[in-house]
């Protein structure tokens, strides 16, 4: 008798060493898994690095990481979320917001507490076809659907706080929130309509106003605003157009073709703080980018072939906060300076996260 309990006693512990062993040799695993073990930079050398491919984001691994040894031992193995067919994408310190098309809601990642949700709202709040989102100062969640033809609003807890339309032709693809106002493309009217950013969310004006002698919007999709400019992506006519604030035609950047510098499927805008211009291009399958002038200074990405490439882009996105969680990609020889997050609607990347960066000097 106490030579079986002897035995029942060192096979428990026995099974309690393993459990810990497995949960100690899987602690290393809780960080994001590097896309590539090569260095993506662009241009190539010997031209001046300016852009590095950092990794990608496809499942909710990437962020929360692998389930521990002991947790897989004891709950069992655990089925990544994926992500499906993110169009926008809007960072927001250590949140990243992805609209996902055929989720019919959006994806939340969370860096800094390594967690995966998925956002599908009910009721008032339903989404249909989200396509764009934006996340102003106050932690408001503003998402552009062009099934529903509103702006869903959402507050800081993501509890449905209204809706932005106006009469007749309304069909919002992208949104942005800037000096208490709400800019919204307008793909069907071919403007910006601009409202109040108050409670009512009052229309104010439209960008262009009505037969303007510059600047006629065709097919805005993409909006993106900085210091006292409006961009706009023209589908329509394969360019980007700037205006005033106040509506007044300022620049055409781009035409149709094949050519370098040129578009033929512009969607996702944004700029930096320096001016440069950064268009995707869902045909050329990289995002080209544009000095203050609208000249061309490089592109980066193309047809998918491996990690750094592209399949079917739609939104760029940039951030200046949040570096600290990819700093670990950046290679020694550089040092980063900002974000730049890509959707890709297919293939096995869905978010491509890249970094501005530029080359260390050796002087003190």
């Known amino acids: 008798m106490k030579r079986r309990t002897h035995i ?4 428990s512990f026995l099974i309690l060493l393993s459990c810990i062993t ?8 809780k960080q994001y898994p590097s896309a590539t073990s090569e260095v993506v930079i662009y241009p190539s050398p010997p031209d001046t690095a300016r852009i ?9 691994v990437q962020v929360e990481g692998q389930r521990s040894g002991f947790d897989r031992f004891v709950l069992g193995e655990e089925r990544p979320k994926p992500v499906f067919k993110p169009y926008g994408v809007f960072m927001n310190d250590s949140l990243i917001y992805l609209c ?19 956002f599908t709202p009910r009721g008032l709040g339903q989404l249909k076809l989200p396509i764009n989102c934006f996340v102003d100062s106050t932690g408001y969640l503003f998402v552009a659907d062009a099934s529903r033809k509103q702006v869903v609003v959402f507050d800081a807890r993501l509890n449905y706080a209204g809706a932005i339309d106006k009469p007749g032709d309304f069909k919002p693809t992208d949104v942005f929130v800037a000096y208490n106002k709400v800019w919204v493309a307008n793909v069907v009217s071919g403007a910006i309509d601009v409202f109040s950013r108050d409670s009512a969310f009052a229309y104010l004006y439209s960008i262009p106003p009505a037969n303007p002698a510059a600047g006629h919007l065709y097919q805005p999709t993409n909006l993106y605003v900085i210091r006292d400019r409006l961009y706009v992506s023209d589908f329509g006519e394969f360019n980007v157009k700037s205006y005033s604030l106040e509506g007044e035609w300022q620049q055409t950047i781009g035409s149709y073709g094949r ?3 040129q578009f033929t499927r512009p969607k996702g805008i944004a700029v930096d703080s320096s001016g440069i211009l950064y268009v995707v291009d869902a045909a050329f399958e990289n995002v080209q980018m544009f000095d203050a002038q609208g000249r061309l200074l490089m592109f980066f990405g193309g ?6 490439d592209m399949w079917l882009p739609a939104k760029v996105t940039l951030s200046y906060k949040g570096l600290e969680y990819f700093q670990k990609f950046v ?10 997050l890509v959707t890709n609607n297919f293939g096995p990347d869905k978010l491509n996260i890249y970094g501005y960066i530029e080359e260390k000097t050796n002087s003190p």
């Open 52 to 60: 590095q491919y950092l990794t990608s984001i496809s499942t909710s």
């Open 303 to 308: 047809s998918y072939q491996a990690p750094g």
């Open 259 to 261: 050519m370098i510098g």
């Open 100 to 118: 996902d098309l055929d989720l019919k809601g959006l994806e939340i990642l969370d860096l800094k507490n390594k967690t995966f949700s998925y």
């Open 331 to 340: 290679d020694d020889r550089y040092r980063l300076k900002y974000l730049i």
């Open 22 to 29: 497995l949960l100690l040799s899987a602690c290393s695993k």
């Open 8 to 11: 029942t006693g060192l096979l």
